[in-house]
């Protein structure tokens, strides 16, 4: 039986001509896309931890994270100016004056900044302070957002919508690609299942990192924060990430003498745990007969729909999945 709208994995090279694997040979069957973002590879040879506050609160609080975070090794501060919230009445993060501390904090540390933004008249303001942009689980399917977000030029790390199928989650990458930015880092943070909320937050889907890159040439990293919502929890479901093959992993970090976190401090860890998670992350670094093959397709070989989109080409390297 056929049923409108439904469309299944076969699809994806229709759905996502841009950014399948199938559409798109000269990344072969293992090869990835290397994600730049002020030198930091996603999809190169080292896993990317980013470390960072739920939300910035504080200048103090910020800073004093972002250094711990870069003490414990991790090489990207994370930290959400404005915060999509259940509640409208609770804290909806500190906005404008938010950006300016994330921007404090890159100075006094060197870490460039992953942020989110949930409003497409804010991609402006947001993509001024952030060296990457944050499209929220809620937001996947914001179709508008995707797309201004695509004409800013800023890598993207696009987290998968809680109840999305990975179809839809292509899909919605692709919307970016389509505006002629293929700078997208796909972010698993957990989807809904029928035990959600009983032991942990969501359920994280380790599985899809695998079928991911089997469809896709885009890096992928994991929220093991949000996706299990326990902090004791965070670091055996980051190394389970590594172990299937994810490209790094985006962790909430809190410091209690900054005061007790505004928003998801039961899934926060401090910052020992965090570079205990870094040393399981460094240690599996790839061989280098492995990795990094530089390579670009023959412009010739490239279908159409590529042509326009081909300058945008970067470095590939060839990980083992
Ligand atoms: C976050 O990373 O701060 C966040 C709100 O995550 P998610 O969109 O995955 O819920
Ligand atoms: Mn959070």
Redesign the pocket.
């Known amino acids: 039986m056929r049923i409108a709208g439904q469309v299944s994995l076969d699809d994806i090279p229709n759905i996502c001509p841009l950014l399948s694997r199938a559409v798109n040979p000269q990344y072969g069957e293992k090869g990835t896309r290397v994600v730049d973002v002020a030198g930091v590879r996603f999809g190169g040879e080292q896993a990317v931890v980013i470390g960072g506050p739920?939300?910035v609160e504080s200048h103090a609080q910020t800073v004093g994270l972002a250094r711990a975070v870069k003490r414990a090794g991790a090489v990207m501060l994370r930290g959400?100016a404005y915060k999509p919230r259940t509640s409208p009445h609770d804290f909806q993060g500190s906005g404008l004056e938010g950006l300016c501390i994330l921007s404090v904090a890159r100075e006094e540390t060197g870490l460039p900044i992953v942020t989110e933004v949930m409003d497409p008249r804010m991609v402006g303001e947001v993509a001024r302070v952030a060296d990457m942009l944050q499209i929220g689980s809620r937001n996947m399917h914001n179709y508008s957002l995707l797309a201004e977000v695509g004409r800013v030029g800023k890598p993207i790390l696009l987290k998968r919508g809680m109840s999305a199928s990975l179809c839809e989650w292509l899909g919605a990458a692709e919307y970016i690609a389509k505006q002629g930015n293929l700078n997208i880092v796909l972010c698993e943070r957990g989807i809904r299942g029928f035990p959600s909320g009983e032991y942990s937050r969501y359920v994280l889907d380790l599985n899809v990192i695998p079928a991911a890159k089997m469809l896709t040439f885009l890096p992928i990293v994991v929220d093991p924060?949000?996706a299990t919502g326990v902090s004791a929890m965070v670091e055996p479901a980051s190394r389970a990430a590594l172990e299937m093959g994810s490209h790094g992993l985006l962790i909430?970090v809190a410091d209690y003498t900054f005061g007790e976190p505004k928003?998801?401090g039961l899934?926060a860890i401090d910052a020992a745990t965090l570079a205990r998670i870094v040393e399981f992350a460094r240690a599996r670094r790839e061989e280098p007969e492995v990795r990094s093959q530089k390579t670009v397709a023959a412009a010739a070989n490239l279908p159409r729909h590529r042509r326009e989109v081909r300058s945008q080409e970067s470095e590939v390297s060839s990980l083992p999945t």
């Open positions: 739920c939300a959400g924060s949000h909430e928003c998801d899934q």
